[in-house]
């Protein structure tokens, strides 16, 4: 009989232990997921942001959508001005200005911007980020405002649940991670 009581013990004991293991194990693991993750989305993020400013310099708005911004900035330029003298010199002497048109698409390729890659989430198994472009009135001011971004569920895979949160008091996977506002001229990414 107390062979029995021992072994039943034993297995009781070798239960609770694996269980405590496995609830140390899971909240540790869905930290260094969501760490690893999130670093990953916000380089892609502002390799967005980056890409969206090089249009914003050609064609004078932010793109509405990823296929005009992979268009314009593999088939048409940048342009670049060189002022020589002093344009502010009253007798208008000795001022020259020099406008050169560089292809956006060699820029794009010597740093490395792979253009076709931008709309996909990494870890989204095929979604893509949300892109929004447009103009508004800003304190008086006609602006070109832009956002891009995605919800955490979309890249968190198993983590996707809210029940998580439980491990981070801020994690909310309906939360959208972006750059930019609708609202106001502002570029800022909200992962900081």
Same mark, same amino acid.
């Given at each position: 009989?107390?062979?029995?009581?021992? +072994?039943?013990?034993? =297995?009781?004991?070798?239960?609770?232990?694996?269980?405590?293991?496995?609830?140390?194990?899971?909240? *540790?693991?869905?930290?260094?997921?969501?760490?690893?993750?999130?670093?990953?989305? +916000? #380089?892609?993020?502002?390799? *967005?942001?980056?890409?969206?400013?090089?249009?914003?310099? *050609? &064609?004078? +708005?932010?793109?509405? $959508?990823?296929? #005009?911004?992979?268009?314009?900035? %593999? /088939?048409? %330029?940048?342009?670049?001005?060189?002022? !020589?003298?002093?344009?502010?010199?009253?007798?208008?002497?000795?001022?020259?200005?020099?406008?050169?048109?560089? #292809?956006?698409?060699? %820029?794009?390729? &010597?740093? /490395?911007?792979? @253009?076709?890659? @931008?709309?996909?989430?990494?870890?989204?198994?095929?979604?893509?980020?949300? !892109?929004?472009?447009?103009?508004?009135?800003?304190?008086?001011? @006609? =602006? /070109? =405002?832009?956002? =891009?971004?995605?919800?955490?569920?979309?890249?968190?895979?198993?983590?996707?649940? +809210?029940?998580?949160?439980?491990?981070? $008091? %801020?994690?909310?996977?309906?939360?959208?991670?972006?750059?930019?506002?609708?609202?106001?001229?502002?570029?800022?990414?909200?992962?900081?």
């Amino acid at each position: 009989m107390k062979t029995i009581i021992s +072994v039943v013990l034993i =297995v009781i004991i070798a239960f609770l232990a694996w269980a405590l293991i496995q609830g140390i194990k899971e909240p *540790i693991a869905f930290q260094e997921v969501k760490e690893a993750r999130k670093a990953v989305v +916000v #380089s892609k993020l502002e390799k *967005i942001r980056k890409a969206q400013e090089y249009y914003l310099d *050609i &064609k004078g +708005v932010y793109a509405g $959508n990823f296929d #005009s911004l992979a268009y314009v900035l %593999s /088939n048409d %330029s940048f342009t670049i001005e060189k002022i !020589i003298g002093d344009p502010d010199d009253p007798s208008g002497e000795g001022f020259e200005r020099i406008i050169t048109r560089i #292809s956006a698409k060699d %820029s794009m390729s &010597k740093i /490395n911007f792979d @253009l076709t890659d @931008l709309p996909s989430i990494p870890f989204g198994e095929g979604k893509t980020f949300t !892109i929004e472009a447009d103009t508004l009135t800003y304190q008086s001011t @006609l =602006v /070109n =405002v832009c956002e =891009v971004g995605t919800r955490w569920k979309d890249f968190m895979g198993e983590y996707a649940s +809210v029940k998580f949160s439980k491990y981070d $008091n %801020s994690y909310d996977p309906n939360k959208r991670m972006k750059f930019g506002n609708m609202n106001a001229p502002n570029l800022s990414g909200n992962w900081k």
